[in-house]
């Protein structure tokens, strides 16, 4: 199993930040036919992501093609347990990706319909966001 993580990082642990709005960019379906889209804010990490590609590929049978338009890139950091308040942050544990409502996660290209909204409506299963299924030129 391979998580998806950054080869490197400008800073090994940051804010939280706000995740806010609706996506500007990464909204449209621009490399396959058929994409998922994201209709909440919300940070999905790379397992849940790796968890995803996998259900696709293998309800199409390593056909078609596939895209992975997000990337984990902000860690996440967690203290250990039974530690008291106070002493600095905790280490980074695993990397997320910010997804804005509107954005596009993953695509498919070269399978029948059918076989395109299947495959994208289990890997839905798996996200920790409500999805809807868009097709190109859709939106």
């Known amino acids: 199993m391979a998580i998806l993580l950054p080869k490197k990082t400008a800073h090994r642990k940051v804010r939280k930040g706000k995740n806010n709005g609706i996506a500007t960019r990464c909204n449209t379906v621009a490399f396959g036919e058929f994409g998922i889209m994201s209709l909440d804010n919300e ?78 409506r289990l890997a839905g299963h798996k996200l920790p966001v409500r999805t809807k299924i868009v097709k190109k030129g859709e939106i």
């Open 43 to 120: 940070r999905i990490n790379s397992r849940q992501i790796e968890a995803a590609r996998q259900s696709i590929t293998r309800y199409i049978k390593r056909g078609g093609k596939i895209w992975i338009r997000i990337f984990p890139h902000t860690p996440v950091t967690k203290k250990p347990l039974d530690v008291k308040m106070g002493s600095g942050k905790g280490e980074p544990q695993y990397f997320v990706a910010k997804v804005k409502a509107g954005t596009v996660m993953f695509e498919i290209a070269d399978v029948t319909e059918e076989q395109a909204r299947e495959a994208l």
